[in-house]
């Protein structure tokens, strides 16, 4: 059974920084894409940022570029997401997801597995 439980998520003030990690188990962490994504009340869940099985390759929301990164340590089965500069629009329920190499990094039906989400407030 495979097993995506994300974690710090949290308030922050609008300018500040948080970094989220989803904890991976039940499957070969290593072989597959990894991605974020995020919901906020009445939206529909949003791709933010994925990352490639080797770690070579990261793609980005425009909404997050410049200030958010996606990183990946196959050794603890961990994918990160180091959030700065944050804003009030940030906020939200961020998910991860695993894809199993499908194309399509961007949209959610290509990710086969789901975290439960951690919330992500931004005050202004």
């Known amino acids: 059974q495979v097993q995506l439980v994300e974690s710090g998520g949290g308030l922050v003030q609008a300018g500040g920084s948080l970094r989220l990690s989803c904890a991976a188990s039940?499957?070969?962490?290593?072989?597959?894409?990894m991605g974020w994504f995020r919901q906020a009340p009445g939206k529909e869940r949003e791709f933010v940022a994925a990352?490639?099985?080797?770690?070579?390759?990261?793609y980005y929301a425009d909404s997050v570029k410049g200030r958010f990164t996606i990183s990946r340590d196959d050794a603890k089965n961990t994918v990160y997401l180091q959030m700065n500069s944050l804003k009030p629009e940030d906020t939200a329920v961020y998910y991860c997801?695993?894809?199993?190499?499908?194309?399509?990094?961007?949209?959610?039906?290509?990710?086969?597995?789901w975290g439960h989400g951690t919330q992500v407030t931004v005050s202004s």
């Open positions: 039940g499957r070969t962490f290593s072989s597959y894409y």
């Open positions: 997801a695993s894809n199993p190499n499908v194309l399509g990094l961007r949209f959610t039906s290509t990710y086969d597995y």
């Open positions: 990352i490639t099985s080797s770690g070579g390759r990261t």
